[in-house]
């Protein structure tokens, strides 16, 4: 196939994401669950964590050492976000995570998720009901969907890279984010609104991360919103990023500061 001089740029961009973000091409291809338990708190309330696009569990790892910091059980999951749709996704990764909390007989669930991993959640809650569900930080979630899907979903090497749930990420009314509808639990949304990909930008509305724009993060039924100067690949390990998630877990509502104007 011939490629257009756009279309050429577009994967250039792309590839260069990949490469420079650190997100790399993960080859994982079963879930695997890494709990972190507190055994000085009686019944400590369980965090579920979901990573992002063609990320790991280990991009989560600096959040949940905080998290296990402040007494949480932490359930960790690592699941094969390229190689199923995003409903295959929330039965394979979510079930085996609320069993790991409820060995723990943990009397509050939460999750924290990254990216994908808020679309992923949002999919299994239209499915099913989780009892014990507190409270949810989606961190740069693509609720309304991105533009770059729209862009170069067209260009083949777009799906090997990004996989079945990379292209259902769009931003049109049929696009999987936008069939889900409002949320109806308690959730804090953290969007960034610094780019490391400045080419990459150029397909998205101004405030955005790099991956997804401000606005296209927020939806209806969310409880708190704020945005910090963090791109999308290095969210979950912001120092800032992580004392606004204990936040909210804690009292459900983000730090918001006069200076910051949100």
Not at 191 to 204: I, R
């Amino acid at each position: 196939m011939k490629l257009s001089l756009s279309s050429l740029i577009a994967l250039s961009c792309l590839i260069m994401t990949v490469t420079l973000s650190g997100l790399g091409c993960s080859t994982q291809r079963e879930v695997r669950i890494e709990t972190y338990g507190d055994y000085t708190t009686p019944t400590p309330d369980c965090v579920i964590l979901l990573h992002g696009l063609a990320r790991t569990s280990d991009s989560m790892l600096p959040l949940s050492d905080a998290l296990h910091a402040q007494h949480y059980t932490v359930v960790n999951v690592d699941y094969p976000s390229r190689h199923f749709p995003i409903a295959d996704l929330a039965e394979q990764a979510i079930p085996p995570a609320l069993a790991q909390c409820h060995q723990t007989a943990a009397p509050r669930i939460h999750f924290v998720t990254h990216s994908l991993g808020g679309i992923v959640l949002r999919q299994y809650l239209q499915q099913h009901t989780i009892p014990e569900l507190h409270r949810v930080v989606m961190l740069a979630p693509p609720n309304k969907g991105s533009q770059i899907v729209d862009k170069l979903k067209p260009i083949p090497v777009f799906g090997w890279i990004n996989g079945p749930a990379g292209n259902e990420l769009g931003t049109t009314a049929k696009s999987l984010p936008n069939t889900l509808g409002k949320v109806d639990f308690e959730l804090g949304v953290i969007a960034g609104t610094t780019s490391v990909n400045l080419l990459l930008s150029l397909y998205l509305p101004n405030p955005d991360d790099g991956k997804v724009s401000l606005e296209n993060t927020k939806i209806d039924g969310m409880r708190d919103f704020i945005a910090l100067p963090v791109s999308h690949p290095y969210i979950m390990k912001d120092k800032d990023t992580i004392v606004q998630i204990l936040h909210f877990l804690a009292q459900g509502y983000f730090l918001h500061t006069p200076e910051s104007g949100q």
